[in-house]
């Protein structure tokens, strides 16, 4: 029997209740149990949600021979899922239902809005990797949100470091993707961008320097924000800078690892404690600068 969603959106408060509901039905299967997860209901997915669906496919992979997605009916998300290349993300999980499409009109005019799923494997990959990205992340930094050179530049380090931080640091490989969308309330334009891998997760990398075996996973995130806080002493200003570019254009920060996920804007933080999921899970919501 399927695992079924029951809302319509892929967030990261929604898509952290998938992964709870996921570990409890796959570690509750019979061996040799087939893994499905129905996809039918739902009509929005964001960076976040995408990688915790790759996420957990691969995990699933671990756990059953065969994991299944069935893929949403709306069209419109699976024309989506088409120009993010979901299918290549998430190869060898069956995709049951109606084929992924791609507009390719909508694509060629679009396509510095979006960077479609992106796999971090090697090392050798991750420069390539940059160079597209960089030329996308400029793009949407400069055209839909007004900043300078000089913030795209460091914006640009930041997700440069984020990517080397899943080789460095995860023992594992992950994802990259991001999108572009418009507030409907305030008219503003936004960037998220998502990243995250099935790793050893922020709070054991962490250990390799400092004694961490007390902290809660909340802490391990909430230190790895602090400047000149990393598990070596010539890296790790990556989720500090986020922050602090975060913090100066009045965006948000979700970062999971362990059992916990903390969502920070501004001033305020929270903490969401739930299930362990190995790895670390980040999305970056970015605004248009004020009078653009």
Same mark, same amino acid.
């Given at each position: 029997?399927?695992?079924?969603?029951?809302?319509?959106?892929?967030?990261p408060?929604?898509?952290?209740?998938?992964? +709870? #509901?996921?570990?409890?039905?796959?570690? /509750?299967?019979?061996?040799?149990?087939d =893994?499905?997860?129905? &996809? $039918?209901?739902?009509?929005?997915?964001?960076p976040?949600?995408?990688?915790?669906?790759c996420?957990?496919?691969r995990?699933?992979?671990?756990?059953?021979?065969?994991?299944?997605?069935?893929?949403?009916?709306?069209?419109?998300?699976?024309?989506?899922?088409?120009?993010?290349?979901?299918?290549?993300?998430?190869?060898?999980?069956?995709?049951?239902?109606?084929?992924?499409l791609?507009?390719?009109?909508?694509?060629?005019?679009?396509?510095?809005?979006?960077?479609?799923?992106?796999?971090?494997?090697?090392?050798?990959? +991750? #420069?390539?990797?940059?160079?597209?990205? /960089?030329?996308r992340?400029?793009?949407? =930094?400069?055209?839909? &949100? $007004?900043?300078?050179?000089?913030?795209?530049?460091?914006f640009?380090?930041?997700?440069?470091?984020?990517?080397h931080?899943?080789?460095?640091?995860?023992?594992?490989?992950?994802?990259?993707?991001?999108?572009?969308?418009?507030?409907?309330?305030?008219?503003?334009?936004?960037?998220?961008?998502?990243?995250?891998?099935?790793?050893?997760?922020?709070?054991?990398?962490?250990?390799?320097?400092?004694?961490?075996?007390?902290?809660?996973?909340?802490?391990?995130?909430t230190?790895?924000l602090?400047?000149?806080?990393?598990?070596?002493?010539t890296r790790?200003?990556?989720?500090?800078i986020?922050?602090?570019?975060?913090?100066?254009?009045?965006?948000?920060l979700?970062?999971?690892?362990?059992?916990?996920r903390?969502?920070?804007?501004?001033?305020?933080?929270?903490?969401h404690?739930?299930?362990?999921?190995?790895?670390?899970?980040?999305?970056?919501?970015?605004?248009?600068?004020?009078?653009?």
């Amino acid at each position: 029997m399927a695992l079924t969603l029951q809302t319509d959106k892929l967030t990261p408060r929604t898509a952290d209740d998938l992964i +709870v #509901e996921f570990l409890g039905y796959a570690h /509750g299967a019979a061996p040799g149990e087939d =893994l499905e997860i129905d &996809l $039918r209901a739902l009509h929005f997915i964001d960076p976040y949600g995408l990688l915790a669906l790759c996420l957990l496919a691969r995990y699933g992979r671990t756990l059953a021979q065969r994991v299944a997605f069935h893929l949403p009916v709306s069209y419109a998300l699976r024309t989506y899922l088409g120009r993010v290349r979901f299918a290549e993300a998430v190869d060898g999980i069956d995709l049951i239902g109606p084929a992924l499409l791609v507009d390719q009109e909508r694509e060629k005019t679009a396509s510095e809005a979006l960077l479609e799923i992106t796999r971090i494997e090697e090392r050798v990959d +991750v #420069e390539a990797v940059l160079g597209k990205i /960089g030329q996308r992340v400029e793009a949407i =930094l400069a055209e839909e &949100l $007004r900043y300078t050179e000089v913030e795209i530049s460091q914006f640009k380090n930041v997700v440069a470091e984020l990517c080397h931080n899943i080789l460095d640091h995860s023992e594992n490989w992950g994802y990259l993707t991001a999108q572009r969308y418009t507030d409907p309330r305030a008219g503003r334009k936004y960037v998220v961008i998502g990243v995250g891998d099935l790793g050893i997760g922020i709070k054991k990398s962490l250990s390799v320097r400092y004694e961490s075996a007390a902290w809660s996973h909340g802490q391990a995130i909430t230190n790895s924000l602090r400047k000149h806080f990393s598990r070596d002493t010539t890296r790790g200003l990556g989720l500090y800078i986020v922050n602090q570019i975060c913090n100066r254009y009045n965006g948000s920060l979700h970062i999971r690892s362990g059992d916990t996920r903390v969502y920070i804007r501004g001033q305020r933080h929270w903490e969401h404690v739930s299930t362990h999921f190995p790895g670390t899970q980040i999305a970056i919501a970015l605004y248009q600068r004020d009078g653009a």
